[in-house]
């Protein structure tokens, strides 16, 4: 069986992309998005692919509006997140808890690094996320979430418009300018930090299929589990959770979702799964 299939280059995923593991039983048709995160919205709105790559916010969002697709337990892109967030030094010096009343670019609301941070800001330092004015240059992979962000000018860039002033700080971001610092000032000692208190690693992007898929071919989707867990197994650098370690990062992206008003209610992990993917 042939599979429409939207998977990134990870570290996980490159002996499963290059041919070196292989199945008699399906075959991958990689479809071509760069970034990945560009074939996420036609997966949820469209049903593009039989086999996807999956920003985890937005996989928890495509639930809670029914779309038809299903989780796999395979995690191939987490990290810490506190490096993802920038401030103009230029302003003068800015911390975590100085964010209350600002104005805060991103490039969607809704995604996963966001969410994150979001969680981070709202739970370890106590920024009052509903008093921030949040500014967005791109809507939500899932065209049902009802935005209600202020848009940016069109044509403008988010980093430029923090360079220029017009932001006090950003999230998702990443940037070399000399003027733009990290937001958390010792980005390795909050990570250590927050992972003493946590226990988890935050997980980016998992796998989904189409619910036609896992109902109707089980057998296929099994396989295709096998082909990715495979694929991690042989790369030292591979996102390595064990069930109760992804189960943990899972509960917790769930509950800053619900408290972002991002999904309606905080699920269960295992309401994620159907009777196939939840047996893997």
Not at 26 to 46: C, H, I, W
Not at 153 to 172: C, F, R, S, T, Y
């Amino acid at each position: 069986m042939r599979l429409r299939t939207l998977l990134g280059d990870h570290p996980g995923t490159t002996a499963l992309k290059n041919g070196s593991i292989r199945s008699d039983l399906v075959a991958l048709d990689f479809a071509q998005y760069s970034p990945t995160n560009k074939g996420f919205k036609p997966m949820v709105r469209e049903g593009a692919f039989d086999v996807s790559e999956m920003a985890i916010v937005t996989y928890l969002m495509a639930k809670s509006f029914g779309k038809p697709m299903v989780l796999l337990p395979d995690v191939v892109l987490a990290r810490f997140q506190h490096g993802h967030a920038l401030y103009n030094a230029k302003a003068g010096k800015f911390a975590p808890r100085d964010l209350n009343v600002k104005r805060v670019g991103i490039r969607s609301f809704t995604t996963t690094t966001g969410a994150w941070l979001r969680g981070i800001l709202a739970n370890d330092y106590g920024v009052d996320l509903d008093s921030i004015d949040w500014v967005t240059f791109e809507d939500a992979h899932v065209a049902e979430f009802v935005d209600t962000t202020k848009r940016a000018p069109a044509g403008q860039q988010i980093i430029q418009m923090l360079i220029d002033g017009e932001l006090d700080a950003v999230l998702g971001e990443k940037s070399d300018h000399p003027d733009l610092k990290p937001l958390f000032a010792d980005v390795a000692a909050e990570e250590k930090a927050w992972f003493e208190k946590h226990g988890v690693v935050p997980i980016n992007h998992m796998v989904v299929v189409s619910q036609a898929l896992s109902d109707q071919h089980p057998d296929v989707v099994r396989e295709v589990h096998r082909l990715l867990a495979e694929s991690a197994a042989v790369s030292s650098a591979a996102a390595r959770f064990s069930p109760d370690e992804m189960r943990r990062s899972l509960e917790l992206i769930i509950d800053y979702s619900a408290q972002q008003k991002l999904i309606p209610r905080a699920f269960n992990v295992d309401e994620l799964f159907d009777d196939v993917t939840r047996t893997l």
